[in-house]
């Protein structure tokens, strides 16, 4: 059943797909040739899930991913990554009308995506380095919880549940990283629009939350959603600074940046067709985000903290009109605990407030949230076996989602995954929209 | 011919002082001198080269890894940084600790996919190093009993051919010390030759056997003898490690940001290796 669903996805997209992967590395060519090591990692990923309701078969997507890098000489080094995904119209790839042009997958077909995930040139000499392409700038100290982490877009078109969160997307820009005596100054600048990637209607983890939609009740009003053109590379570019040093025992930073926000605000567009569906348009307003970090070890334990402060927050409101926004003041922040516990148990726990001032709005959000994040795992069967499992949710709306997860590296280069994500809450919070697609799930993963 | 005898006498006289030699170090050395030629065995400040390494199960399961290894030792502070090139799925993986004198201890890890070098909690000298057979503290130790730590006595002294062993011993010389490293004692073989251990046998800290380090091979690398094959059997799990040291090459100018958890998201310090002597 899995080949042949497997095959009935692949074979007719896997062509073009092929040939822009070795066009791309014939490209490359040049590059390998001048660099005195190079190394690249081949990645084959399956995966499927079933509904613990009903259990039907909902998910399955097929990917290929290459990781090359170029050591070029002592001080010059590249990096190319590209992925090739194929997957059923149920499942989708995730909207890409908020890619810039630049940065848009090289193949967009429906069932099949090929796309450059970093593409970047590098020179680096002892404490300072320049990075020159398709990058990320990954900021924040906790895990998952974004609370400074917020310079990239992210894909959310399969919600938070990724191997990795959050889920980067890479953009075209140049980052300078230096150190003066204990100061670590890193400078970054994406000038590229790309913005947060969504899952496109009628998918599973389409957003159907009033809170994510302007108020807007999507699943009984039909609704066309458009996005911004993001080919405004200035206007809707990133820029953003952070300063590191040590503090006692641990590191401290201090960092700003400004650039489009990593969640959408909702607007009816100008133009309405009579007798079609309203059509709204997804911003991504630009923002500045003030913030500092701090972790340190104590010991077998390692401390988090984190806190962000945005004065020009874009929200959407209830007001008199559908869709209406405006700016407010936001704050976050989150602390975060590593243990290194008894019997070889790694435990990980997080809190996170994210703080709306909803003073004299009508907001479409509890003013505060508070959400909550555990993680226990340990290895077992020499260290073949790893048994994972977390809890995410949101304390104040009591909604959140149970996963508990094996994976099992069945040879060196085989991983076999599997595991389940229980989701429960109200159906409008932000988990229990998802209820309905509890799954249980499967992976496996050739890396050669 | 009173040459002959001359030259007859002188080497006899040659070969008692060379018996005496040989047959010193068993007569006149007490354990904790054996201990100190152990620790103050001549040590490379900073070395290079690949780590491969193969763990069995009982079952004859095997798990193999390979690894740059940057090893640096100073007075204040031990840096080990471990960058992953086998498996596929784990290359790029880096891992570097620090082992102050002064301060906390600190590990850091990078992992491509997250594209962030991350803190970890520092390891108690008992925990097992990355899945292996080996803790943390063996690792730091370097096949050396730290004097501060052990109480030693010596066994009966063993002849091999033209080669002496000692048989040095050790139990913690307190209670939290033998709770921090995981052990109750430890009975190794040395060389008195190379003051290197040919094996050390640790037990629990229930005092039942736990497991034997074997040192294979020795090669001596810019005046300094290095273990370059070595296993570690654990009885108690029935699991084996085994590790080979290859191109190993002695570092005589580390630059100072190499070993830092920065320098960790840039991978492997691959130019290194043609810096080394």
Redesign the interface.
């Known amino acids: 059943m899995l080949v042949s669903m497997l095959a009935k996805t692949t074979t007719k997209n896997i062509k073009p797909a092929i040939l822009v992967i070795l066009t791309l590395y014939l490209s490359f060519s040049g590059l390998a040739y001048g660099a005195s ?1 190079v ?1 690249t ?3 084959i990923d399956y995966r499927f899930s079933t509904n613990l309701h009903n259990s039907d078969l909902e998910f399955s997507r097929f990917s290929l991913a290459s ?1 090359t ?1 170029f ?1 070029l000489s ?1 001080n010059w ?1 590249a990096q190319l990554e590209a992925r090739a995904e194929f997957a059923d119209d149920d499942v989708g790839l995730g909207t890409i009308n908020g890619y810039s042009s630049l940065s848009r997958p090289l193949v967009d077909k429906k069932h099949t995506r090929l796309e450059l995930d970093r593409a970047f040139i ?1 020179w ?1 000499k ?2 300072h ?1 320049f990075t020159l392409g398709k990058q ?1 700038t ?1 900021w924040g ?1 906790l895990d998952g919880v974004q609370i400074t982490d917020r310079f990239d877009p992210v894909r959310r078109r399969d919600f938070i549940f990724t ?2 969160r959050p889920e ?1 997307i890479a953009r075209w820009g140049a980052r300078w ?1 230096n ?1 003066i005596g204990n100061f ?1 100054l890193d400078t970054s600048f994406a000038l590229d629009g790309t913005i947060t990637q969504q899952a496109e209607p009628g998918t599973l983890f389409f957003t159907t939350s009033t809170r994510f939609t302007g108020g807007v009740d999507v699943t009984n009003t039909p609704v066309n959603i458009s996005s911004q053109n993001r080919n405004n590379s200035l206007a809707q570019s990133t820029f953003g600074a952070r300063v590191s040093h040590p503090l006692g ?1 641990g ?1 401290i930073s201090f960092l700003m940046f400004r650039g489009p926000d990593t969640d959408p605000i909702l607007s009816l567009t100008t133009h309405q067709s009579i007798n079609e569906p309203i059509t709204v348009e997804l911003n991504y307003q630009r923002r500045t985000l003030y913030g500092a970090t701090y ?1 340190v ?6 401390l ?1 903290a984190e806190l962000a402060y945005i004065p020009d927050q874009p929200i959407n409101i209830i007001g008199d009109t559908p869709l209406q926004s405006a700016d407010t003041r936001r704050l976050l922040a989150g602390f975060g605990l ?3 516990a008894p019997d ?1 148990w790694f435990v990980n726990a997080q809190l996170a407030i994210d703080y709306i001032d909803g003073e004299e709005l009508n907001l479409l959000r509890p003013d505060t949230d508070t959400i909550l994040t555990l993680r226990a795992q340990r ?1 077992f ?4 076996l790893l048994f994972k499992a977390e809890l995410l949710g949101t304390l104040n709306q009591r909604d959140g989602v149970l996963r508990p997860e094996l994976v099992y ?1 069945y040879t ?2 085989l ?1 076999l995954r599997s595991g389940i994500d229980w989701l429960f809450g109200d159906e409008n919070s932000q988990f229990g929209q998802f209820k309905d697609n509890s799954r249980l799930w499967f992976a496996a ?1 050739y ?2 | 011919m009173k040459y002959f005898y001359l030259y007859i006498n002188i080497s006899l006289l040659g070969l008692f002082l060379t018996a005496a030699q040989a047959s010193e170090p068993a007569t006149s050395l007490s354990p904790l001198d054996v201990a100190k030629n152990v620790v103050n065995r001549s040590a490379s400040k900073a070395r290079i080269g690949y780590m491969h390494f193969i763990m069995r199960n009982k079952s004859g399961s095997e798990r193999k890894r390979s690894a740059l290894l940057v090893h640096s030792q100073e007075p204040a502070h031990t840096k080990i940084g471990i960058y992953f090139t086998k498996p596929a799925g784990l290359q790029n993986t880096s891992f570097l600790s620090q082992d102050n004198s002064d301060s906390q201890d600190q590990n850091w890890l990078y992992l491509p996919a997250t594209d962030r070098v991350r803190k970890l909690p520092a390891s108690s000298r008992g925990d097992y190093f990355m899945g292996t057979d080996l803790s943390y503290g063996d690792i730091k130790e370097n096949f050396k009993f730290a004097l501060e730590d052990w109480d030693f006595s010596l066994a009966e002294q063993q002849i091999e051919g033209d080669k002496s062993y000692y048989i040095l011993q050790g139990t913690p010389k307190n209670e939290d010390i033998k709770q921090e490293l995981g052990y109750a004692s430890f009975t190794s073989k040395i060389d008195a030759q190379t003051w290197f251990p040919v094996n050390i046998k640790y037990t629990d800290i229930y005092n039942a056997p736990l497991k034997e380090i074997s040192i294979l091979a020795l090669d001596m690398i810019a005046k300094t003898w290095i273990a370059t094959h070595f296993s570690v059997f654990n009885s108690q799990l029935s699991h084996q490690t085994e590790i080979v040291l290859s191109d190993m090459q002695y570092l005589p100018n580390l630059p100072s940001n190499i070993l830092t958890a920065d320098e960790l998201a840039y991978g492997a310090p691959l130019m290194l290796l043609n810096e080394g002597e």
Do not use: H, M, Y
Request: glycine fraction near 4%; avoid cysteine; hydrophobic fraction near 25%.
């Open positions: 090591n190394s990692i081949w990645s990781e890098r050591s002592r080094s590098q680096r002892r404490a380095s990320v990954p100290v191997d990795v980067r990283r150190k670590k025992e590191d972790d070890t104590i010991g077998e334990t390692v988090r590593d243990w290194s070889q290895l069967v020499n260290g073949r590296e060196d280069k991983k993963t890396t050669f």
